[in-house]
């Protein structure tokens, strides 16, 4: 089974670590079988250091940058003082693109945009913790 996360909104949107825990677990041993991917906007390189910033260790992690896989893929993007971006299509339909291409059984975001195009085999988990609290 593979399992997605997302960071912003999502796992930095966890002050009562209920999906930190959850997150935690499928990173545990017992786990065995379960790959563990982090799929968020910004550059590899700028995700780790948030993840850094979690406490979260990503060394058996497989980080998926949006940014970094529609550049792969050949889209148009441009980076502004505020951060990278594509058309708003092509943003919302790639965290789908990418759980299609990896497999993903599972993804946690915090964003309902991106459900509507997540392939069949991919369940779509709205994570909105700070809504619980209102």
């Known amino acids: 089974m593979n399992v997605a996360f997302d960071i912003h909104g999502t796992l930095d949107n966890d002050d009562d670590g209920m999906l930190r825990g959850i997150f935690d677990a499928f990173c545990e041993p017992q786990w065995e079988g379960v790959k563990v991917f982090i799929v968020s906007g910004p550059p ?3 995700i780790k250091k948030e993840l850094e910033a979690l406490g ?3 060394s058996d992690l497989t980080i998926i940058s949006v940014v970094d896989y ?5 889209y148009y993007m441009w980076n502004t003082p505020k ?3 594509a058309r708003s299509d092509v943003w919302w339909k790639s965290k789908g ?3 299609e291409e990896y497999n ?3 993804i946690f ?3 309902i945009q991106y459900k509507k195009y997540m392939p069949e085999t991919t369940k779509f988990i709205l994570w909105q913790g700070y809504k619980r609290r209102l």
Do not use: P
């Open 56 to 58: 979260i260790d990503y």
């Open 104 to 106: 993903i059984d599972m």
């Open 70 to 74: 529609l550049k792969r893929k050949g």
């Open 97 to 99: 693109m990418i759980c």
């Open 83 to 85: 951060g990278w971006f």
């Open 44 to 46: 590899v390189e700028q």
């Open 109 to 111: 975001d915090d964003l």
